[in-house]
């Protein structure tokens, strides 16, 4: 097990570099296979021995090697992430498919978050795919939902925050959820099951709430400035996928 907790963290890290490309590549509608890794400010090829995950940052003091110039502080964070998400998956789970499928589907959210917090944009070519393989993994006996709670919880998520969405800019004149939120729930839906909706929703609302006000605050901004939702509904999904039983339960006993 103590072996296979270390392959689960390094096979994290691995992901997580590979994840940092997407998040880089896709908003800029750039292949994620070619051309390979290279600097975004001089252009230079990244070595081998300069893109092992963690360890190069560390090295290199976060610049690059060859114009010196500063690597954001994202590719370590985001490789650091998945690497310790992978590793409470595999103690959770085991070696087992659905620690692969959860794997993929919390680097999805990762991914997602991080796209989102800086372009703030949720981009289709992650979340439709999501949608459809959510729903097939649901046809599996280890998937713990059935491919009903799954439909409805795609159709339900999407379509709730749709509704929110008209509501509010019919109530403020103002656009509410954008449609990549909308596609972002239903595949949080498809993968979760529509049990486990209302407390994600509730979680990644509140966590918005105060994170969103607090950095407004700091920043001096208006209180109408858009804060992305993705990286709430990410950061809420991801609490409830490791704490929902503690979670469904303090709520049971608030309400008796």
Same mark, same amino acid.
């Given at each position: 097990?103590?072996?296979g907790t270390? #392959?689960?963290f390094?096979?994290?890290l691995?992901?997580? *570099?590979? &994840?940092? @490309?997407?998040?880089?590549?896709?908003? $800029?509608?750039?292949?994620?296979?070619?051309? /390979?890794? *290279?600097?975004? =400010?001089?252009?230079?090829?990244?070595?081998f021995?300069?893109?092992?995950?963690?360890?190069s940052?560390?090295?290199?003091?976060g610049?690059?090697?060859?114009? %010196?110039?500063?690597?954001?502080?994202?590719?370590?964070?985001?490789?650091?992430?998945?690497?310790?998400?992978?590793?409470?998956? #595999?103690?959770?789970?085991?070696?087992?498919?659905?620690?692969?499928? $959860?794997?993929?589907?919390?680097?999805?959210?990762?991914?997602?978050?991080?796209?989102?917090?800086?372009?703030?944009?949720?981009?289709? =070519?992650?979340?439709?795919?999501?949608? +459809?393989v !959510?729903?097939?993994?649901?046809?599996?006996?280890?998937?713990?939902?059935?491919?009903?709670?799954?439909?409805?919880?795609? @159709?339900?998520?999407?379509?709730?925050?749709?509704?929110?969405? =008209? $509501?509010?800019?019919?109530?403020?004149?103002?656009?509410?959820?954008? %449609?990549?939120?909308?596609?972002?729930l239903?595949?949080i839906?498809?993968w979760? !099951?529509?049990?486990?909706?209302?407390?994600?929703?509730? &979680?990644? *609302?509140?966590?918005g709430? @105060?994170?969103?006000v607090?950095?407004? +605050?700091?920043?001096?901004?208006?209180?109408?400035?858009?804060? /992305?939702?993705? /990286?709430? +509904?990410?950061?809420?999904?991801?609490?409830? +996928?490791?704490?929902?039983?503690?979670?469904? &339960?303090?709520?049971?006993?608030?309400?008796?």
């Amino acid at each position: 097990m103590t072996v296979g907790t270390v #392959f689960a963290f390094l096979f994290g890290l691995a992901l997580g *570099s590979f &994840l940092n @490309v997407c998040i880089y590549r896709i908003p $800029l509608k750039k292949s994620i296979v070619r051309p /390979p890794s *290279s600097c975004p =400010v001089c252009g230079a090829g990244i070595r081998f021995y300069d893109n092992i995950p963690i360890l190069s940052y560390l090295m290199l003091l976060g610049r690059c090697r060859r114009c %010196g110039a500063r690597i954001s502080l994202r590719y370590p964070l985001v490789e650091m992430m998945i690497g310790l998400l992978s590793t409470l998956l #595999f103690v959770q789970f085991g070696p087992s498919p659905k620690y692969l499928s $959860l794997l993929l589907f919390t680097g999805a959210l990762v991914a997602i978050a991080f796209i989102d917090l800086e372009h703030k944009i949720i981009p289709d =070519v992650i979340s439709l795919p999501g949608i +459809l393989v !959510g729903l097939g993994v649901s046809f599996f006996p280890s998937a713990g939902i059935s491919p009903v709670d799954a439909l409805i919880g795609a @159709v339900g998520g999407g379509g709730f925050l749709f509704l929110v969405g =008209v $509501l509010f800019e019919k109530l403020t004149g103002r656009e509410g959820m954008g %449609g990549g939120d909308v596609k972002f729930l239903a595949m949080i839906g498809a993968w979760m !099951g529509w049990k486990a909706l209302p407390f994600i929703v509730l &979680l990644s *609302s509140l966590t918005g709430a @105060v994170i969103g006000v607090i950095s407004l +605050l700091m920043a001096r901004k208006d209180m109408r400035s858009r804060i /992305p939702f993705g /990286p709430f +509904l990410a950061l809420g999904t991801l609490g409830f +996928l490791f704490f929902g039983d503690e979670i469904t &339960l303090w709520f049971y006993r608030l309400g008796r």
